[in-house]
């Protein structure tokens, strides 16, 4: 038997990893079924067979090659073929982003992204989440039409998907249009880009504003029966409506005094800590620290900023901020890496070290514990375990400070050089060497810090 590649060595590690989150993380829920949880297998099964309803049109479309919608054994095996092929299009992101590095930074930077409940434990948590279905077919027409030039199968394509997607799930708007919008604008730059987002703009658009018209608290009697053979289940809360979401979300964090103030200051940090950690750490590796910021850096640190800005007003009507967040990140890379080219400018060693440990050490924290109902408020849902983990992240961020600060040092130090004979000068920093010779003085940087 040869020995193994690059690519064989780091799926290998993917499955492994893929295989401990799955034992970490998934636990039984209806008829004692390792499927989804009632919530989500129930929109699988709502359908315009009563009227237009919010979120029936999956149900509606299973329905028309005589599939039945309710039956939890198909939505389970179709949930998990979803999932899992996310999560190999997650893996395939990170080869493709990490390509450039040694192996060792490849399969750390895997274990960290794909053991983190941001990616797979999500994606197991919300087990059968229509956005994941949303996401998984934004993934692979991204991918495979907008590189192309037959702009009039693109704008077609993306407006259908536009509409279907905001009446399986509204939601899905605040994710796809937003990476859409970054592939347009800085990252593929291309018409075609630019006829998808603003196809699937104005259909995404159409389908939401019929919602908004439309929709209103459903009572639990409305809810479809869930079948296992002869065994049912009804989803026991009803479907509320967006004036009544937005009214309860308001009151909690704005009308609740300090104590709502703090609370809502706890989840977005919460929410928000674990992506924005790992945004940083992919753009590390692949771009580098390096100021002033180059085109590319500012295009991926967009890539992540905006999509997470362009959530903010679904934060006030539905309350899995962790759920959100971890989409946003998701997406984000995904784009990322379809977008990446072979440039890269590996940070320096503290910087290396600081981020690849602080990574392993959250990702071993966050897999020791379930972290049931991380999709809710994120770290916030373990108070103890997010303190330890902002004080990882505080740690990261002093050495990220002081090496930085050393290496400006180091630059300045350069620039006395007297340019009297060979000299070479070797600091104990982050491996950069200055060399200087008679007639001219250089620097050669081997890592960029």
Known sequence: MGRLGDRQVFWLIAVFVVCIVLVVRTEPHLFGWFGPDGYWAT????????????????????????????DYAVIAIFSWVIALA?????????WRLTRPLARWQAATILVIVLLSP??????????????????????????HLLA????????????AFGLTMSLIHEAAVFFVLPALFIQALMLRKGRGAWMAFAACFISSAGGVAVLLLTNEAEPITSNPALHLGDVTYIYPMQFDSFTNLLRDELIRMFASGIGGYMETIARLGGAAALPVFLA????????????????????????FI????????????????????????????????????????????????????????????????????????????????????????LMA???????????????NASSDIQDTGLVDIIPPGDGISYRAQAGRSGRQRNTAP
């Open 118 to 143: 941001v990616t797979s434990g999500m994606l197991i948590e919300t087990l059968g989440d229509p956005i994941q279905l949303i996401v998984l077919v934004y993934v692979l027409l991204a991918r």
């Open 43 to 70: 929109h699988w099964a709502r359908d315009y067979s009563s009227g237009f309803v919010r979120r029936g049109l999956l149900g509606t479309l299973i329905q028309l090659p005589g599939g039945d919608p309710s």
């Open 397 to 411: 961020r002093l050495m990220v400070m002081f090496s930085e600060r050393r290496s400006g040092e180091q630059q």
């Open 86 to 94: 996310l999560m190999v299009v997650i893996a395939d992101a990170l």
């Open 280 to 303: 940083l750490l992919l753009i590390t590796f692949r771009h580098g620290l390096s100021r002033p910021w180059s085109g590319r850096q500012l295009a991926v640190i967009a890539a």
């Open 306 to 393: 905006l999509p997470a800005l362009a959530i903010m007003p679904l934060l006030l009507v539905a309350h899995d901020w962790g759920r959100f967040f971890a989409y946003t990140f998701i997406i984000s890379m995904l784009a990322m890496a379809d977008t990446a080219g072979e440039e890269t400018a590996a940070p320096g060693r503290t910087v290396m070290l600081s981020f690849l440990g602080s990574g392993l050490l959250l990702a071993g924290l966050t897999t020791t514990d379930q972290l049931a109902l991380y999709r809710m408020d994120g770290l916030r849902m373990q108070p103890h375990l997010m303190l330890v983990s902002f004080a990882i992240l």
């Open 148 to 159: 192309g030039r037959r702009i009039g199968v693109i704008t077609a394509v993306f407006a």
